[in-house]
């Protein structure tokens, strides 16, 4: 129970609960300043539709609202509030956005929908209506009070800018925080992150589905395969079509309520003259509905059918028209519809009557610019909207004035999707106009991408990747129409960009994709030097995002292709990542001398071309193969130089990845400190990059560097980590090394059995990717415990190991310390020197014996 309070102090204290100004709160309920202050100094009650309008702003919980509005009227005493508090419940998770204006009507829906999803045999509603029946707003209602009855959140999903049903998915995982690493399918990914953080009641509402449900079943699937695999996750759609799912609710939206001619005394008690009302005082303050407005109004509402957002339309005109000219307006066209344009659904003639009336009486001007904005996907900002429309702030400010432009809090536009494909059918009518209006959206796009290239290596890098997010359907684009209209040489200006971009934000797989398409289309086109050029450059971006993802083989074929082809054009610049980014793979697949030829030749066009992140990376990975070598003093020298000058570019992304792989030279020379101090500085720089990738592998060196510090419990916690961290997003080296780190704890810590299973686990990995270094690894650790039962067979394995040149410096003197030992075992036959007891397999056919 709770204090018994005045309506008007309890509103005031909800109000402030909320965090809300008496101007914040009048502009949610859509009312005067003034209304809110007489309200809370009791000096008046609320009508009763000024009460539902306050009910939704304060998110007075569903089970009392109805208790709220008695009261508010006087149907109730007040001290019936004593059992509600005025203090608001901690928020559940959600992401859903607070609508600009308050909801006229729509109460028996939210009612309807509430009393389905309470049905436990109820998880899928489908919201079906019209394009501008409200769908939208009315999901965002439902989600907005229904935070207390999902505990688990409330998600919001907008896929009206998704162009394809495979980008669902990334959209869903985007509003869940998930983001995607490594080649594992984003579906899969994004299941195991719902699995790990949606443990009990949610609701997913996906917005405007209706699009992607045309082209295949996968939408469809989606929502099947969610419901079926998360118990606790209901989903409302909305849609102008049915998914056709088994278990599919269906809640059929309608128009808002049009008043019976002989009620038009009470007309604003309706919902659809309300809204009409309410839109037009946004557009004209003085706005009054006298009695002679009243039969016009009635006109309108009809002809409309109650549709919210061609009511919306119609009211910005009041400042020019009279409601009676309005209706005149529509019912002339209307007419003509109906008769004329028999290729257009029934049920769109109405909103196609409100768009043709409102486009008729909007200047030529506003006509060009509303259907040069079409073309933009998921928004634009004002810089955007004058370089490739053409339009000014005077025209943006102009068309948000009638409603046909939307402007979010942000300073970012958009078009209301159906008025968007509406000003897009304009667009098209004169095909050379449209073509270079997608040619100047391209234009701008493949520019902005390129300007954010050095950002995306810098200590920018965050702003940059959130910049390019947030116009990513427009990217996606512009890609798309580069790459069908042939814009090669844009698009290898860009290739750097894109490719970076979908490495730093972890969306290695999509990034492949888009680089594929390309690739693709470059392999079918005639080549020249530019074509070559362009690529080249596409071919080391997709190899950097295989490697990445753990696909050596294929990445290590992607950069031999494209050295080969940038040699051959003579194109330094793009030779250095080329050859840099190759000697990197090379080195982790065992080839050490021709890993620092090719970094070496890749440093010198750097330097020659003052590049200080690709001078970064060539010295700190000379460095990385010198350690591994064995020349360790001067490996750490050289990567400790090339991380100085990753801090001074400022790219985290960098800087994580230089702190990550020192540690071996540190602990090698036994800077076991120094080494877990990075570590800790790196997982700190993931935590902030949400860097999975980097994540993992920091927690993988900081285990190691628990292990030689003697620390064996410590390391395989940090190893466990390191696995759970990489998950199912990543396969081949990093998870065999992993492994093997996490096997040689495991010994130490004195379960060999258990030791023994983890090692036989990695081998397997590093043969599949065919890895000599990481196969030595384990058949030295192998080994070791061979030399408990068969000391001979012990004794070749590690003979094969000291010989093979593909073994790190840190495998061999492993192997040719057992080795060694054996010598000194009491009671142990030498049966010759070291180097006659040799293994008569070759490493991969002795791997291939040990994995049978």
């Known amino acids: 129970m709770h204090e018994d309070l005045p309506f008007g102090l309890w509103l005031k204290k909800r109000r402030k609960a909320l965090d809300l100004t008496q101007s914040a709160l009048a502009d949610r309920v859509g009312c005067s300043l003034a209304t809110i202050e007489k309200i809370e100094s009791e000096e008046r009650r609320p009508s009763t539709q000024i009460a539902e309008l306050l009910a939704g702003a304060l998110e007075i919980p569903t089970n009392e609202r109805e208790l709220f509005l008695k009261v508010a009227r006087r149907l109730k005493p007040t001290d019936g509030l004593a059992s509600v508090s005025p203090i608001v419940s901690p928020p559940v998770k959600t992401n859903v956005p607070i609508p600009p204006t308050p909801l006229i009507g729509r109460e028996s829906e939210l009612d309807g929908i509430r009393h389905l999803l309470a049905n436990p045999e109820c998880r899928l509603v489908s919201l079906i209506g019209q394009g501008g029946i409200g769908k939208t707003r009315l999901g965002i209602e439902f989600a907005l009070r229904q935070r207390e009855s999902f505990p688990g959140g409330v998600y919001y999903v907008a896929l009206a800018s998704i162009n394809s049903p495979e980008l669902i998915v990334p959209a869903i995982a985007d509003v869940f925080s998930c983001s995607f690493s490594g080649p594992l399918d984003p579906k899969e990914q994004l299941f195991g992150h719902l699995a790990r953080t949606v443990r009990q009641p949610a609701l997913l509402v996906l917005d405007n589905l209706e699009h992607l449900l045309a082209e295949s079943s996968v939408a469809a699937d989606l929502v099947a395969e969610i419901l079926q ?386 001078i970064a990376y060539g010295v700190y990975n000379l460095g990385h193969v010198d350690s591994l070598m064995g020349d360790y003093q001067k490996g750490y020298d050289q990567m400790q130089a090339g991380l100085a000058l990753w801090r001074k570019v400022g790219d985290p992304h960098s800087i994580s990845l230089g702190l990550n792989f020192l540690v071996d030279t540190q602990i090698a020379l036994k800077r076991y400190d120094e080494a877990k101090a990075s570590m800790r500085e790196s997982i700190a720089l993931c935590e902030q990059t949400k860097n999975r990738w980097g994540m993992g592998t920091a927690q993988r060196y900081l285990g190691l560097a628990m292990l030689a510090d003697g620390q064996y419990n410590e390391a395989r916690d940090c190893f466990q980590k390191s696995l759970e961290v990489f998950g199912e997003y990543f396969e081949g080296w990093d998870i065999s090394i992993t492994l093997a780190y996490l096997a040689d704890a495991t010994l130490l810590a004195g379960d060999e059995a258990e030791a023994k299973e983890i090692y036989l686990d990695s081998l397997h990995h590093a043969r599949r990717i065919n890895s000599a270094p990481l196969m030595l690894m384990n058949l030295a650790g192998l080994a070791q415990l061979e030399s408990r039962i068969d000391p001979d067979r012990a004794r070749g394995w590690l003979t094969l190991v000291v010989d093979h040149p593909a073994a790190t410096r840190e495998t061999k003197d492993r192997a040719y310390q057992i080795l060694l030992a054996f010598e000194k075992r009491p009671g142990v036959e030498q049966n010759g020197t070291v180097r006659e007891q040799k293994s008569s397999q070759s490493l991969e056919e002795l791997v291939g014996t040990i994995l049978k």
Not at 255 to 261: A, D, F, K, Y
Not at 364 to 384: P, V
Not at 472 to 483: H, K, S, T, V
Not at 515 to 541: F, I, M, W, Y
């Open 229 to 614: 695999r998360f118990s606790n996750i209901k989903i409302l759609c909305t849609s102008r079509e049915r998914l056709n799912l088994h278990g599919e609710w269906m809640f059929d939206l309608r128009g808002l309520p049009v008043p019976p001619l002989e009620h038009l005394d009470r007309m604003e008690e309706y919902s659809a003259p309300a809204l009409f009302v309410n839109s037009a005082r946004r557009i004209n303050p003085k706005f009054n509905l006298t009695d002679e407005d009243k039969p016009a109004l009635f006109r309108i509402c009809q002809l409309l059918e109650g549709i919210p957002l061609a009511l919306e339309l119609a009211a910005a005109w009041v400042g020019m028209l009279t409601c009676a000219e309005i209706a005149r307006e529509i019912e002339s066209n209307m007419d003509f519809l109906a008769t004329s344009m028999r290729n257009i659904p029934e049920r769109h003639r109405s909103l196609r009557a409100s768009f043709d009336h409102s486009w008729r009486l909007i200047s030529n001007a506003e006509r060009d610019t509303l259907s040069r904005l079409s073309i933009f996907h998921g928004g634009f900002d004002r810089s955007a909207a004058e370089k490739v429309a053409g339009a000014n702030l005077p025209q943006l400010s102009s068309l948000v004035s009638k409603s046909l432009v939307r402007r979010s809090d942000s300073g970012r536009y958009s078009l209301h999707e159906v008025i968007r494909q509406y000003a897009y059918s304009h667009l098209e009518e004169d095909e050379t106009y449209c073509h270079q209006t997608c040619d100047r959206h391209c234009d701008f796009y493949l520019d902005f991408a390129s300007e954010h290239e050095s950002k995306l290596k810098s200590a920018s890098q965050q702003a940059a990747v959130r910049a390019m997010t947030a116009e990513l359907d427009n990217l996606r684009a512009a890609w798309d129409w580069g790459i069908r209209n042939k814009k090669f040489e844009s698009l290898g200006k860009t290739a750097r960009a894109f490719g970076w971009y979908y490495e730093v934000a972890g969306m290695i797989h999509d990034g492949i994709e888009q680089l594929e398409l390309l690739v693709h289309a470059l392999n079918d086109s005639p080549r020249d030097a530019q074509t070559n050029k362009t690529l080249g450059t596409c071919l080391v971006q997709q190899g950097l995002l295989y490697f990445r993802s753990g696909q050596f083989a294929c990445a290590q074929k992607l950069y031999n292709q494209s050295i080969a082809i940038l040699r051959a054009v003579d194109a330094p610049a793009l030779l250095a990542d080329a050859l840099i980014f190759s000697g990197t793979l090379k080195h982790l697949n065992g080839d050490y001398h021709e890993a620092k030829a090719l970094i070496e030749e890749g440093l010198a066009h750097a330097r020659a071309l003052n590049n200080d992140w690709f």
